[in-house]
T-cell receptor, first 116, second 116 residues
Framework: DAGVIQSPRHEVTEMGQEVTLRCKPI?????LFWYRQTMMRGLELLIY????????DSGMPEDRFSAKMPNASFSTLKIQPSEPRDSAVYFC??????????????FGPGTRLTVT | TQLLEQSPQFLSIQEGENLTVYCNSS?????LQWYRQEPGEGPVLLVT?????EVKKLKRLTFQFGDARKDSSLHITAAQPGDTGLYLC????????????????FGQGTILTVHP
């Protein structure tokens, strides 16, 4: 299996521009998670989906952030408009169907976003 | 809100030394996971512990879950330069239906550097 695929790997954009991050989860996994990682705040959960349905978006920082999962093999995280404080590494992770006490998550390589 | 505190935040040791990383919380977790992350990559799952008092070994790494399921430790014997990386603990809350399944609370991480 190819693992979780994210694109782009690096994104540099100017403040005010729209940014779209993409993720392809592992085939057959029912859960998809979007995280943000910074030195100051560590790894933060932004939103997660179960069978393409958003379950918990309480970690989404502002209305500027939105996420979609139109089908089981694709998800996007959009920031519009972007701000310098959004600079971080964004990870997508997926997880198989509920296995008792398992909760194993498989992470993609991340997208490093820099907003100037 | 469940919080996980990791200590130490930074650890710099010589090859061959032993070390222990701690992960503590005031909350009870149904399971706890340890991940390792290398620069430019996403976290990779090392182990999941489920039962209070459980000990798991992975070559030179020993993981223990506290009896009360509130804390965990990672012990590395005879550390090698290849062990260098960011170590993250992550706790899964008690299953309470769709709104909480799969959510992991991550600690801030321990950056380990092993010098040859």
């Amino acid at each position: 299996d190819a693992g979780v695929i994210q694109s782009p790997r690096h994104e540099v954009t100017e403040m005010g521009q729209e940014v779209t991050l993409r993720c392809k989860p592992i085939s057959g996994h029912d859960y998809l998670f979007w995280y943000r990682q910074t030195m100051m705040r560590g790894l933060e959960l932004l939103i997660y989906f179960n069978n393409n349905v958003p379950i918990d978006d309480s970690g989404m920082p502002e209305d500027r952030f939105s996420a979609k999962m139109p089908n089981a093999s694709f998800s996007t995280l959009k920031i519009q408009p972007s701000e310098p404080r959004d600079s971080a590494v964004y990870f997508c992770a997926s997880s198989p169907e509920f296995v008792v006490y398992s909760y194993e998550q498989y992470f993609g390589p991340g997208t490093r976003l820099t907003v100037t | 809100t469940q919080l996980l505190e990791q200590s130490p935040q930074f650890l710099s040791i010589q090859e061959g030394e032993n070390l222990t990383v701690y992960c503590n919380s005031s909350s009870v977790f149904s399971s706890l996971q340890w991940y390792r992350q290398e620069p430019g990559e996403g976290p990779v799952l090392l182990v999941t512990v489920v039962t209070g008092g459980e000990v798991k070994k992975l070559k030179r790494l020993t993981f223990q879950f506290g009896d009360a399921r509130k804390d965990s430790s990672l012990h590395i014997t005879a550390a090698q330069p290849g062990d260098t990386g960011l170590y993250l603990c992550a706790g899964a809350g008690r299953y309470a239906g769709g709104t909480s399944y799969g959510k992991l609370t991550f600690g801030q991480g321990t950056i380990l550097t092993v010098h040859p």
